[in-house]
Each structure stands twice: as structure tokens, then as C-alpha cells.
């Protein structure tokens, strides 16, 4: 049996279309697949713009290159449009700018802003442009990294750690968007997830030795990651792959609160909870979901289940909820 199910790359360009009609193409395609906006050009080729969007459960990725233009979302259009996000934009561009409230940012080179899309706000780009923006809704950004975002967020690109995650969070992007395998999908969020949360962490705490923690961290959470459908899959190893010990792997994840072990089985077990609530997936018996997040057999993945959920797998998957129990 298939179970994959098709993911489409939304793409617009601005190149075939007469340039007095560009500003309202553009705007209504961002409606339709992002957010509410109002461009304005203030070039004399007009708008040249292309966008490639792509739509997942926990998270929309949009992926924009242009020449200089300005992007509003002002409080007619929030009123208008109303959409509770955080937009997570990565960029490069020169003299670029970005105001809302009573804060004010010019953007020079490499930024990273984290921002809310219940707000007004405005964009201005002078020059060419290019823009990762992963659109989260906010009340799973909220509860997933315990933030209200009240004002926005600048991240520090100047970090060493920071740049790093950015090279890897575009290039998670460009594979995934080049190949979009909605088998995948939930390996992929997650990976970007863990990304977007090292950044915000690395945000809070810049010295020397907490740098390389985090990157430890991080590293050994990638690599629990891509394995967790192995039910071999141990402590050791993942200690092993980056080239510390088993003790000072659980030290890194005491900072915490957890061990390796927990954060790995507590990864396996969101993934089961996806897999069995999403109604793409009902295709896939107990027994597949419990093997493609490494467990060993069925009854031990039942027992696990039930103690962290308070359901059986069958109960959870007949409920076809969204998100897990609090």
C-alpha cells in the first residue's frame, strides 16, 4: 500500500506578468499561501520577484529573491486578514530595514528576526534580496519554546554558533524543497524545529563553554533524529559519533533537565502520536507505526504509549486529535 501523499511547491513569479499588474499578483499570491501583505516598488523596472512556498503541518517555508521593494502589513490588514504566527526570516540583502512597534532594525548583510504576524509591521529591502521565512503558528511556538514574542526577536548572526545553525537550517531547506517527500515531512520539521531552538537558545547564553554544550547538544539530537526508527539505537553510539563520552553526553542534556534516553523517547513517541492522528496516515497498522520509531515490538511500544499519553495508540488514533494531551 502508498502512503505517501503529494507535497506541492506553491511557486510565483512576477517575470510574465505586466509590470502595472506585479504589485497585486504578488500580494495575492502571499493571501493565498503566506500572509496578508501590501508590496510597493519603488524601482523603475518594478517589482521582479520569485517564491517558492511550501505548506507542512507544524510549519509553512517560504523561500523569496527580488530586487528592492517594501512589504506592509498594517493594522487594516491584520484587522482584515487576521493570522496568529511567528515568522521566522533569515536573509541576505544590503540597507534592508524592518519597524514594528516601537522597534526599528537596519539590516545589513546576514539577519535573523523573529516576529508576529498579529502585529503590524513593515519591511524595506533597497537592493537585491533573499529570504528564508518559516511561518509557526504561534501557539505552538508559544508552547514549544515557552516565548510570547511580545516585541521582535533579532538573533546575533555575528555568532559564530549562530552562523552555523543558519547554514544548516537554509540547507535542510533547499534539500527538502527541492524533493518534497511528504514521508519526510515529519523528519524535516523536526529538524528545523531543533535548529530555530538552538538559535533562541544560543541567543540566551554566549560564552565560550556554553557554545560548545549547545552545539554538542544540538549535534546529538540531529543524529537521535535521523535514527529514531533504529530500536538498536544507544546512548553510546550517539556519544560515540561525536566524539565525547557517554558520561559527558548526559552531563551536556543535564542542563536539560532530561537524559539522552528521555529526549529519545520522547522524540520516538511524538512521532508515533503524528503518525497515528494524522489522517494522511491512517493507512499504517499499530505494528508499522510502533517498528518506524524504534521500538522493538508492539506490546512494549503500547505500554510506552499509554504511561506518556494516558491512551493506547488505538484510543489516540480514533480520538484523531491534532496535538498531544497536555
Known amino acids: 500500500m502508498n502512503h505517501s501523499t ?6 510565483a513569479s512576477t517575470m510574465n506578468v505586466a509590470p502595472e499588474q506585479r504589485l497585486q499578483y504578488w500580494d495575492q499570491f502571499n493571501a493565498n499561501h503566506f ?22 503541518d507544524d510549519m509553512k517555508v517560504s523561500w523569496i529573491e527580488g530586487n528592492g521593494h517594501v512589504v506592509e502589513r498594517d493594522q487594516a490588514l ?10 521566522v526570516s533569515i536573509g541576505m540583502g544590503k540597507n534592508a530595514f524592518f519597524y514594528q512597534g516601537k522597534d526599528c532594525a537596519m539590516l545589513d548583510d546576514q539577519y535573523a528576526l523573529l516576529y508576529r504576524t498579529d502585529k503590524p509591521y513593515l519591511v524595506g529591502f533597497t537592493n537585491q534580496m533573499s529570504q528564508l521565512t518559516i511561518d509557526i503558528p504561534f501557539e505552538k511556538f508559544r508552547q514549544r519554546c515557552q516565548r510570547d514574542l511580545d516585541r521582535p526577536l533579532r538573533i546575533d548572526t555575528e555568532d559564530r554558533l549562530v552562523k552555523l545553525l543558519i ?40 560564552s565560550d563553554g ?32 561525536l566524539g565525547i563520552s557517554g558520561r559527558h553526553l548526559n552531563r551536556l542534556f543535564s542542563e536539560e533537565e532530561l537524559t539522552p534516553h528521555q529526549y529519545l523517547l520522547e522524540q520516538r513517541l511524538q512521532l508515533a502520536w503524528n503518525l497515528l492522528t494524522h489522517p494522511s496516515r491512517h493507512g499504517y497498522g499499530i505494528a508499522d507505526v510502533a517498528y518506524q520509531c524504534g521500538f522493538s515490538s508492539q506490546a512494549h511500544f503500547a505500554r510506552v504509549f499509554r ?20
Not at 491584520?78 to 515568522?87: D, F, I, N, Q
Request: proline letters at 5%.
Open 167 to 206: 547554514r544548516n537550517l537554509c540547507r535542510q531547506v533547499i534539500l527538502f524543497m527541492q524533493a518534497p517527500d511528504a514521508d519526510e515531512a515529519e523528519a524535516f520539521q523536526r529538524k528545523a524545529w531543533r535548529l530555530i531552538e538552538a538559535m533562541l537558545g544560543r541567543q540566551e547564553s554566549t
Open 210 to 241: 556554553s557554545s560548545v554544550a549547545l552545539h554538542h547538544r544540538l549535534m546529538a539530537k540531529q543524529y537521535m533524529d535521523e535514527h529514531l526508527s533504529r530500536p538498536d539505537l544507544r546512548v553510546e553510539e550517539v556519544a560515540a559519533a
Open 35 to 56: 500572509v496578508g501583505i501590501r508590496s510597493s516598488s519603488y524601482v523603475p523596472e518594478g517589482l521582479s520577484a520569485t517564491q517558492q512556498s511550501l505548506h507542512m
Open 78 to 87: 491584520v484587522r482584515a486578514v487576521p493570522k496568529e504566527s511567528v515568522l
Open 6 to 11: 503529494t507535497l506541492t511547491v506553491q511557486k
Open 307 to 326: 504511561r506518556h499519553f494516558g491512551l493506547t495508540p488505538t484510543d489516540a488514533r480514533q480520538k484523531n486529535a491534532c496535538q498531544p494531551p497536555c
